[in-house]
């Protein structure tokens, strides 16, 4: 195919021309730059910035090629064929435009990278001619670069090729630079397009995929908005408030729907979402979702957590987001468990207390017969010979006091079940605090011979409404535990005082202490301190947790001090007057 002349070829010339009117060259030459400027303006991708490259440029000279070769990791080569091109020319033109990147100060790059990347951009017609090999190996004849900038970046270059010599007249230079400014714009344009399709598509995908994950979670999860409505929530949260019976409705908040419907558990869960609401974080907190008279209700374990704008995360939350459980399964488990303990603590204790009883029997008898023996003693002078029932009387009260341990083991299994299901009754009476301080510590003296217990009243009218026998079990835990945990022996301080309106009782050892990182557990059930100082000494971890559950109710409070190192201190308050007789 031959080249059209550069005269008669390109429409610009026909439009501009030659002839004199300057005037009206100008006007010409402004509607040529805006028709082209039009084109490049519309092109929403790169390949129709080529077509409106190569159409403004074909107005300007008649040309074999031109290329446009990007900055970028890689470079990007386009090149733009105005009729179909042989290998060698080609391979010709590539050669230059490497010459040219290394003037413009382009990242290096070698011919045979850019050949196996080039994007031929050619019609479709041309690949038919191509193929059949009519082309003549046409060296190049002459060439352009001219730099695509876009705010003083060099974002490319421009290069335009020709057969034969003299094509590109310096005449044409001002007018191409101006076209290659469009392109450039144009050029850069798209690119910015393409990356922001790009990240939009990304994030797009990465929207569906954090959608499907969300929406294939065995977790319930829910979002609220900052009023605490619930704005999303996945298939199986959903499925966890039809179970519940609570039809969700968008837009009203947690605690609005709570007051419409009879379900108190609604109400914790609305006041937990306010609390993550203010920036707490809120773990695995337990939730009666079931219908009541069931044996163990629908029970869910809800964990919520602020949730924060990422821009703004100083601020008050922009809602919660919330993670919920169904735990009725591990509460049927446990129910089951507790009630196992529950039976065998209650059928131990009917053997228990036989053999108390028949201990308490056999003790007094012994207990005569040997007062008897003491005094058919022989008066003449000769040693008191120890009667056979001394023997027999040491090892009963070691059964004795077995079986009172055994008994104290029992009850403590028995309370904690008790505590578990909401079943500890308190049975009030007045009496005097010191009178059941006084009690105990002289129950403890008398098995704790290595230990000094003394008791340190400091009130004159000590007179409470308390479950009596609760409350000499809460202080008899104590002793207990003051007495086992102190082994060399010393001093067990008992102190009553009154505090803020309450009383406040303190028991202070002098033994091993509890280590600072055991603190927030010694009061759980069955918690007990398992380091080598801790092994030698028996227990089940209840005594706490039930005397705490006994303060508690009581409307009291209780909790440890460490003595400087040495010891414990265990204080706990009771009000004067009962909250809840
Ligand atoms: P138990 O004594 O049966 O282990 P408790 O519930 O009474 O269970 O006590 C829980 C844990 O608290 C104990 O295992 C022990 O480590 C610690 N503890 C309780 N009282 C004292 C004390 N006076 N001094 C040191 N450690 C104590």
Redesign the pocket.
Known sequence: MQPESKLTGGAYHSHIGHNGDGVAAIRREMQYLNTIGKRFVAAVDRFQVHRALLAALQELYSFAACSILLRGDPVELSIIPRHPLSEAFLAAIIKKIVRAADVMDFPQVTAEELALTAYLDAPDEFAHLHSTGQLADIEVGDSINIPLTVENRIIGILSLFDEHPGTFDAEQLHMTTMIADYAAVALENVRLRENETALWRQAENERRRLELIIGSMAEGLFITDAEGAITQLNASAQQLFAQAQVELKQGIPLRKLALSKDAGWLHDLASIVEQALVGKVMMHEELIAGVSGEAVPLTLSVSVAPLHDASISLTRPIGAVAVLNDVTSSKQIEKLKDEFVSVVSHELRTPLTAIKGYTQHLLRRIERRLREARRTQPLDGSPAIEPPESYDLRSLNIVQSQAGHLERLVN?LLDQSRVQWGQLRLDYSTFYLADVLSERVYLAQTSADQHTISLDVQVPDSKIVADRLRIGQVVG??L???V???PQGGQVKVQLQEFEGDYLVS?I?Q????NPE?LD???ERF????NIT?RQ???????????KAIIESHGGRIW?TSNQGI??T?HFTLPLAPKHP
């Open positions: 403590d835990n104590i207990d535990n003051a086992k945990y102190s028991v050892d033994g091993i202490g509890v055991y557990h010694i009061f918690y007990r301190v398992r801790n000494y028996s227990g089940i971890g209840l005594g706490l947790y039930v005397t440890y010891g414990s265990f």
